[in-house]
């Protein structure tokens, strides 16, 4: 079964910045795309940004010139790099591996909260 472990998660103050990290049981070549996602409360989960296995990117409109979503194939670990950071990006954020079949593995989530 595939395994995605976050860390970097943790409080900062607004305008600062955090680097969430994903490091997954399987090498990233197995997978279609890797994204990140995350869930505000009373929120419904939304991508934040998304990665395929040829290096496309796509990003929420929240978080365009703000967060950098990258991938270190060697490592098998993605990365999220969250700069400019606002209040309203406090959130649980998710990594999440989609496979070539469809199917999507997710983490356990990373808290990020961001303060005044």
């Known amino acids: 079964q595939v395994q995605l472990v976050e860390s970097g998660g943790g409080l900062v103050q607004a305008g600062g910045s955090l680097r969430l990290s994903c490091a997954i049981s399987?090498?990233?070549?197995?997978?279609?795309?890797m994204a990140w996602y995350r869930q505000a409360p009373g929120k419904q989960r939304e991508l934040v940004a998304a990665?395929?296995?040829?290096?496309?990117?796509n990003y929420g409109d929240s978080v365009k010139g703000r967060f950098t979503i990258s991938r270190d194939n060697a490592k098998n670990t993605v990365f999220l790099q969250m700069n400019s950071l606002k209040l309203e990006d406090t959130a649980v954020y998710y990594c999440?591996?989609?496979?070539?079949?469809?199917?999507?593995?997710w983490g356990q989530g990373t808290q990020v909260t961001v303060s005044s």
């Open positions: 999440k591996a989609s496979g070539y079949d469809g199917v999507g593995n």
């Open positions: 399987e090498s990233l070549y197995s997978f279609h795309a």
């Open positions: 990665v395929t296995s040829g290096g496309s990117t």
